[in-house]
């Protein structure tokens, strides 16, 4: 069955610092991944997705960037926080364009 | 106007009680509808996809009426391990290699004893 990886689960970043967030998953291949955000008491919001090595969309203008180097490993990076950039950050992963996504367990960013 | 809507809540509910929750959405091309549930602090997890005949599984019932624009979700016998928030979950076709999801806020459920 397939399984979906997110660390750290918690992260406290002073502002001005860089991120990297890794998602993997396993017992699929060539899936697309996805990465949202969910600000509190908000809803999700996409940041970026990804239909294969190295190709990444990015849906909204930010601080913010990914990258796919391996087909089944997605990382959010940023060079430099913000305080707005706090919240939780979930990669999800669908086998297919018409297909449900399932999110990883998510990882808990609050920017000081 | 969002493109998904649903009532933000809170229900509060006995145990035994049903309830429903609807949620319209504005695009009337999107393809795909999904319930999703969301613990507190957790990810969400897919609940029931939602078929245009209408769809049912064990206590749940989802509908989805595409003229109007609407779809609901109906849990009967509500237990306490249903306390949680219900994500109404469009698919908006893309113009890319992708469709996306959009997602509503969410309805928050207490079912109480």
């Known amino acids: 069955s397939q399984t979906i990886h997110q660390w750290p689960a918690t992260l406290v970043q002073p502002v001005g610092s860089p991120l990297s967030l890794e998602c993997t998953v396993e017992?699929?291949?060539?899936?697309?991944l996805y990465w949202y955000r969910q600000a509190a008491g908000r809803g999700l919001q996409l940041l970026f997705y990804?239909?294969?090595?190295?190709?990444i969309s990015s849906e909204v203008p930010q601080n913010l960037s990914a990258s796919r180097p391996q087909d089944r490993q997605f990382i959010l990076s940023s060079k430099k926080l913000l305080l707005s950039d706090s919240g939780f950050y979930l990669c999800?992963?669908?086998?297919?364009?018409?297909?449900?996504?399932?999110f990883g367990p998510g990882t808990r960013l609050t920017v000081l | 106007r969002k493109e998904v809507e649903q009532d933000p809540g809170p229900f509060n509910v006995p145990e035994g009680a049903t309830v429903a929750f609807n949620c319209t959405y504005s695009?009337?091309?999107?393809?795909?509808f999904f319930w999703y549930r969301q613990d507190c602090r957790k990810e969400p997890k897919l609940l029931m996809s939602?078929?245009?005949s209408g769809n049912e599984d064990g206590r749940f019932t989802a509908q989805l009426n595409r003229a109007s624009q609407y779809i609901s979700l109906l849990i009967r016998d509500s237990k306490l391990s249903d306390s949680a928030t219900y994500l109404c979950?469009?698919?908006?076709?893309?113009?890319?290699?992708?469709?996306?999801?959009?997602f509503g806020t969410g309805t928050l459920l207490a079912v109480q004893p």
């Open positions: 939602v078929y245009s």
């Open positions: 999800a992963w669908t086998a297919g364009t018409y297909n449900e996504q399932f």
């Open positions: 017992g699929t291949s060539n899936p697309n």
């Open positions: 695009n009337s091309a999107s393809q795909s």
């Open positions: 990804s239909v294969g090595i190295g190709q």
């Open positions: 979950v469009v698919m908006k076709l893309g113009g890319g290699a992708t469709n996306k999801l959009i």
